[in-house]
């Protein structure tokens, strides 16, 4: 059973050295007087010898350390510090390999499409954080992703299909939360990733959010405060640094800030008390990072500014105010929400910087001398105080990689391919995941349900399954349930009348419903006269469109076990035991 442990120190070393460029006289020759040898060996001792080095292992705490070496840093490299980049593809590029080499950037950040080969992915983890380690002080990178369970799941390949935060509301039970973050972090460590961007603990305000929906625990604040600080300390446990988001709130508009900057009409009361409750609650937990996002409150001190570009926001807020002296990350600057402020990339990432972000974080690769990288080093050399707020947050990101990437509980900086391929999904993850899954289940409608439930083989007649062909595991675990059921699977093209004279066939017609497309091909049904049920995945709040279906249950993801556990409950192996995380 994990442990939950705080993190220490390993036996990595930051060594400092200078190096400096000498010009010997042209002709100038020693190699006939040992005197004249022995003489010129102690200048060079003295002239070139590092002025200290600087060791994990050197007595002091994090925080004194960080401080060390950020002094002996260039201007260069503590903005590098800074600076966390991601890449297309599977292999990491040159240019990439560059930016760590030349510049030794503060992190790297995988995407999905870099993850499809699990045992590829930890190779190429190790090759970026070989060339990290062996530049001027070893400093390893930061390697973050977004696991977080259910619909998120950036890195693929072999990993665990989890029934995600909304499932772990329904259940209620906050070691279902320390347990997913747990497992979940297990696996990253596998591939030597050492940074999550989980929890979201934004809430479930808004119905009609595209963005969140079964990302979430619930609605209530203390609740998503509870689950987020259990889930943070699973995965600390797992020695991942858990990162929540995304900070105020993006809970509270239908708007996703991929492509706009969303404004949320709240003040600020309703603010402080409800989407800040949650990172209140976490800060008070030790919550080592946060995500800024890309968010405008028009009626509170931050105005129309996103909260990402807003010291309001970031240093009046969370730093003075909520008591947060961690790590803050901004959402990914390449995002609509963050560049129509100020339309101009590197003003856009000034500013973050100068409101208090710590790390800005692109989806893409730059140049090496990109306008950004440029740009904020002249503002450096001509500006002291940027130059000190820079310092600030490179000694900040040092002292968090001196906190949590050595000791007894941290993850190996290079990952072992082979051990990733053969421990992924990780095998003690998987029975949980499962029961996870079975006490999430939730009855929606009827209510009491045993007017309706259990539908067994015996009495539910002809049965009809239909859904969505991205969901084959719907069809899978249903036919296992009723092995004599017809099917269907449509697309977004089928005629609706296909699936109408499916219907029209049988007693019993499950029906998976996942989104407003097949929201649309459910309400064909409604003039159909036989027992209709609704299998409602990710965000249940469509069945709330459709009040005239007989019954509805409620999974929380697509993963396999979310379909065993929904048709347990359906014929009456298991008892449905979640209840909806948020007021109908």
């Not at 925080?63 to 980049?85: G, H, K, N, S, V």
């Not at 790297?108 to 090759?127: C, E, H, M, S, Y």
Request: with cysteine; charged share 20%; proline share 7%.
């Amino acid at each position: 059973m994990p442990q939950d442990t705080s993190m220490h120190f390993s036996n990595k070393k930051f060594t400092t050295e200078y190096t400096e460029s000498h010009r010997g006289r042209k002709g100038f020759c020693i190699k006939n007087s040992v005197k004249l040898r022995a003489l010129c060996g102690s200048i060079f001792f003295l002239l070139f010898t590092p002025a200290f080095s600087l060791s994990f292992n050197d007595s002091g705490t994090p925080r004194e350390l960080a401080a060390r070496i950020e002094r002996a840093m260039t201007d260069e490299q503590a903005l590098a510090q800074l600076f966390m980049l991601a890449w297309g593809g599977e292999e990491p590029p040159q240019l990439l390999l560059d930016w760590i080499r030349l510049r030794n950037i503060g992190g790297v950040k995988i995407f999905g499409w870099n993850t499809n080969d699990t045992q590829r992915l930890a190779r190429a983890v190790g090759q970026l954080q070989r060339t990290s380690i062996a530049g001027s002080y070893n400093i390893p990178l930061l390697i973050a992703t977004d696991q977080e369970g259910g619909w998120i799941r950036h890195v693929k390949g072999n990993t665990s299909e989890t029934p995600g935060n909304m499932a772990i509301g329904a259940s209620g039970y906050p070691r279902d939360a320390y347990l997913s973050g747990y497992y979940i972090g297990k696996e990253l460590a596998l591939l030597g990733i050492n940074m999550n961007f989980a929890p979201t603990v934004d809430l479930f305000t808004n119905r009609d959010s595209v963005l969140l929906g079964p990302r979430v625990f619930g609605d209530d604040p203390v609740r998503a405060g509870i689950f987020g600080a259990a889930f943070a300390r699973g995965q600390l446990a797992a020695g991942v640094i858990p990162t929540a988001k995304h900070y105020p709130g993006h809970g509270d508009t239908a708007l996703d800030s991929h492509g706009i900057l969303p404004r949320i009409e709240i003040d600020y009361d309703t603010l402080w008390n409800r989407e800040l409750v949650p990172y209140r609650m976490m800060v008070n937990e030790g919550l080592p990072a946060v995500m800024s996002g890309h968010l405008a409150f028009p009626q509170t001190g931050g105005g129309l500014t996103p909260a990402s570009l807003s010291s309001y926001f970031l240093r009046s807020m969370l730093r003075e105010r909520i008591g947060f002296d961690g790590v803050i990350i901004t959402d990914d600057l390449n995002m609509i929400g963050a560049t129509s402020y100020l339309r101009s990339p590197h003003l856009t990432a000034k500013q973050a910087i100068e409101a208090g972000n710590d790390i800005i974080m692109f989806s893409n690769l730059q140049a090496l001398n990109d306008q950004i990288w440029v740009f904020l080093l002249h503002s450096m050399r001509t500006e002291e105080n940027f130059r000190r707020i820079v310092r600030a947050s490179a000694r900040r990101v040092l002292e968090l990689k001196l906190t949590y990437l050595r000791g007894p509980n941290s993850i190996p900086v290079i990952p072992d391919p082979s051990r990733a391929a053969a421990a992924i999904p990780y095998p003690e993850g998987s029975p949980f995941f499962l029961n996870l899954a079975a006490r999430s289940v939730t009855i929606v409608k009827p209510v009491p349900p045993g007017s309706l439930f259990p539908v067994t083989r015996e009495n539910a007649g002809r049965v009809f399954l239909t859904g969505a062909g991205r969901f084959p595991d719907f069809f899978t675990f249903g036919r296992a349930a009723f092995p004599n059921a017809s099917s269907f699977r449509f697309s977004p093209s089928t005629d609706p009348a296909e699936v109408i004279i499916g219907a029209r066939n049988a007693d019993t017609v499950i029906f998976c419903l996942s989104d407003h497309s097949d929201l649309r091909m459910l309400r064909n049904l409604q003039q159909v006269n036989r027992r209709i049920i609704v299998f409602s995945i990710l965000s249940p709040v469509h069945i709330e469109n459709v009040p005239w279906v007989d019954g509805a249950v409620a999974v929380y993801s697509y993963a396999p076990e979310s379909f065993a556990a929904g048709f347990s409950a359906i014929t009456g192996r298991i008892p449905a035991m979640g209840i909806l995380p948020y007021d109908r």
